[in-house]
């Protein structure tokens, strides 16, 4: 082992402190490692049990985390920065992860804010008055989320962060846990102040049209919501979310029959909309590919064309019974605005679709649907904290499925009341969402959430 590449080994010194003694003080999980390491920083475990080995590398200017090959292990790095409360801080750090399994819930870094004398603060952000009132509670712990991998292979973990107006202190950790046998490096590690985030602001639409009677063509049945996706545009639409299977409704029952290329015809026609009035669309048709044919959700972008699609991946007995083939893939999109998922119908009835889509980051998920049960999109949303929006042929006085946008604590904060009418609503995809008792969810869910074999 070179004294140049990993300076110490860390050493035992305290018995197992708790990592909390209460809510209004800071950490006590005592430090565990005599480190050679920048000023400040310190290697601490909940319980020296099972504490894992910290070193610094001065030539990477890397801090590296070492787990023993046991289940259960915990530690973290860990630094107190001076900070003025009321102001914006952006906190950003390269990882690099080696033989962990599961780096998004392993490899983590978590933000506490304190006052001068180390007790708890205030939150700065206010709670939904409709479960909470209008109370903001103690600050909780903020977990920046992970961003792009690099080339060379370090993943950017980057978030800003509104400190709390009686703050002080900023305690940040750098963790490594539950990796048996695995070691995580951080370096760049910084916690500056910044002006406050601009908001991103986006209008979201969704067409209620039921498409009556049949008898119609494929190009009838496109050429029909043309007036309503240029109502959306007119009041500012950035998003216009169309139903499922639009070129089947009223055509016919055998959806094979109607299945195109992506892209294909259907696009083409919705890619001149999209361009003619600048906004994105997102169309449900069946697609064909080989001798497949998907239930597909198409998005296409203000240029005009296809900027990705999402094939359904729960399909219902009656579409197995068609020939029907099920997607595998949760792509997630980038657009001018933010990213943007998609699930089809009976995805809905199942988390996973909808988990999946927010772990890969997310934002707003278009879902055309024929009809389904509306507490399931509700529960989508608060379980995800992600901004949903539905475009159904289940008629707007019926207790089931609606023309909605959803908030994302699964709220409906704009619905269609009639039909051939859209819904549009403007939302700010950076003001986060703060739920008393837990803080930002949004960004816990993918430290804290069950890992799949899979992942």
């Not at 300076?7 to 005599?34: E, K, N």
């Not at 169309?283 to 203000?302: F, K, M, Q, S, T």
Request: hydrophobic share 40%; glycine share 8%.
């Amino acid at each position: 082992m070179k004294i140049s590449r990993l300076l110490v080994i860390a050493l035992f010194l305290f018995s197992a402190p708790s990592l909390r003694a209460g809510d209004d003080q800071q950490p006590c999980g005592g430090p565990i490692a005599v480190v050679m390491a920048p000023e400040g920083w310190e290697v601490k475990s909940p319980r020296d049990e099972i504490a894992v080995t910290g070193s610094f590398d001065e030539k990477s200017n890397a801090f590296r985390l070492e787990s023993p090959d046991q289940e259960g292990m915990n530690g973290f790095w860990e630094k107190t920065f001076p900070i003025e409360g009321g102001k914006h801080y952006r906190f950003f750090s390269l990882r690099k992860a080696t033989d962990v399994e599961h780096a998004r819930r392993s490899c983590v870094v978590r933000i506490e804010w304190y006052n001068a004398k180390g007790g708890s603060v205030q939150s700065p952000h206010p709670v939904n008055p409709a479960y909470f009132g209008s109370a903001t509670g103690t600050a909780k712990p903020d977990f920046p989320r992970d961003r792009e991998v690099r080339n060379d292979g370090w993943t950017v973990v980057e978030d800003v962060f509104h400190a709390p107006v009686d703050a002080a202190k900023a305690v940040v950790q750098l963790h490594l846990r539950w990796a048996p046998g695995g070691a995580v490096d951080w370096k760049n590690v910084t916690l500056a102040e910044v002006a406050p985030p601009a908001p991103r602001k986006v209008k979201l639409a969704a067409v209620h049209f039921n498409l009556p009677g049949n008898g119609r063509s494929v190009a009838e049945n496109r050429e029909a919501f043309a007036p309503l996706i240029a109502e959306a545009a007119k009041q500012g639409a950035d998003l216009v979310v169309l139903p499922e299977l639009l070129t089947c409704k009223g055509v016919t029952h055998d959806y094979v029959s109607v299945a195109e290329s992506v892209p294909g015809p259907t696009t083409d026609y919705f890619g001149t909309l999209a361009k003619a009035h600048d906004c994105y669309l997102v169309v449900g048709l069946p697609e064909r590919d080989g001798h497949l044919v998907y239930n597909v959700a198409a998005l296409i972008g203000p240029d005009g064309k296809v900027v990705g699609k999402y094939r359904k991946v729960t399909l219902p007995r009656e579409e197995i019974d068609r020939g029907i083939a099920p997607g595998h893939d949760y792509p997630v999109f980038e657009t001018r605005f933010g990213k943007v998922g998609m699930m089809v119908c009976y995805d809905v009835f199942f988390p996973e679709v909808a988990r999946q889509l927010a772990m890969n980051g997310a934002e707003v998920v278009a879902l055309p649907i024929w009809g389904g049960n509306p507490r399931l999109a509700a529960a989508r949303c608060a379980e995800n904290g992600i901004y949903l929006v539905s475009s159904t042929y289940t008629n707007h006085e019926s207790d089931w499925m609606k023309t909605a946008i959803w908030n994302r604590e699964g709220d409906r904060i704009s619905e269609a009341n009639e039909w051939g009418s859209v819904v549009v609503e403007e939302v700010d995809l950076n003001e986060p969402t703060y739920w008393y008792g837990l803080g930002d969810f949004q960004s816990r869910i993918a430290r804290e959430a069950p890992v799949r074999e899979a992942e």
